[in-house]
């Protein structure tokens, strides 16, 4: 157990729906990263936040958001679903917002677009 | 960005044999790099990491060694059991940098 709980574990919904994504990083982890984990495009980096202030964004679409709460747990944000959109979805946290930190790993929230 | 490939893409090797998987990298930049394991339904878990300054890192039956000019690095797994069987990933990474850029991962089998 990483520490770093998601929730929901399963959701499956329509295309062109929203969904919510929630994320409680370690006991005093600041940072958390969230990635998408697909069959076509592997782990792929989506967005960092470092308490409470987005710090890095890789390959996150115009459609997804997320943000990081004064509690430090954070929230990803898909809306406008499509297929491709399916997919395994891992936020991680680190002590640190950037370095050589380790970063731990949720248990991660498998994201079925039908 | 960061151009991250592992080698080879599945590995299926007899319990009791060696594994290695490497990994090679563009950013010369890069300082960290470390390896994780994802057993199925599973988050990816750190399992060793290495730091420029150093060539190799061994821990029990798992080490890690680093070719800073060539800009690749191996795992090696020795004694392979059945519980080592999961896809592992690379992420090599600038020490300044917040990115991880992960490896296509390798698929280890291990046969009992």
């Given at each position: 157990?990483?520490?770093?709980?998601?929730?929901?574990?399963?959701?499956?919904?329509?295309?062109?729906?929203?969904?919510?994504?929630?994320?409680s990083p370690r006991s005093g982890d600041l940072s958390v990263y969230w990635y998408q984990q697909s069959l076509d495009q592997g782990l792929q980096f989506l967005i960092q936040y470092y308490n409470g202030e987005e710090r890095a964004k890789g390959n996150i679409l115009e459609r997804f958001s997320a943000q990081q709460f004064p509690d430090l747990h954070s929230e990803l944000n898909l809306s406008s679903l499509e297929l491709g959109d399916s997919a395994l979805y891992f936020c991680a946290s680190s002590v640190g917002q950037g370095g050589s930190y380790e970063q731990y790993f949720g248990p991660g929230t498998r994201l079925t677009v039908t | 960005g960061e151009n991250v490939e592992q080698h080879p893409s599945t590995l299926s090797v007899q319990e009791g044999d060696s594994a290695v998987i490497k990994c090679t990298y563009s950013d010369s930049a890069s300082n960290y790099f470390p390896w994780y394991k994802q057993e199925l339904g599973k988050g990816p878990q750190l399992i060793i990491d290495i730091r420029s300054n150093v060539g190799e890192k061994k821990?029990?039956?798992?080490?890690?060694t680093l070719n800073k000019t060539a800009k690749h690095f191996s795992l090696h797994i020795t004694e392979?059991?059945?519980?080592d069987s999961a896809v592992y990933f690379c992420a090599p990474r600038r020490g300044a940098g917040n990115m991880l850029t992960f490896g296509g991962g390798t698929r280890l089998m291990v046969k009992p």
């Open positions: 157990d990483s520490g770093v709980t998601q929730t929901p574990k399963h959701l499956i919904t329509a295309t062109g729906q929203r969904v919510t994504l929630r994320c | 821990d029990q039956r798992i080490a890690v392979t059991q059945p519980e």
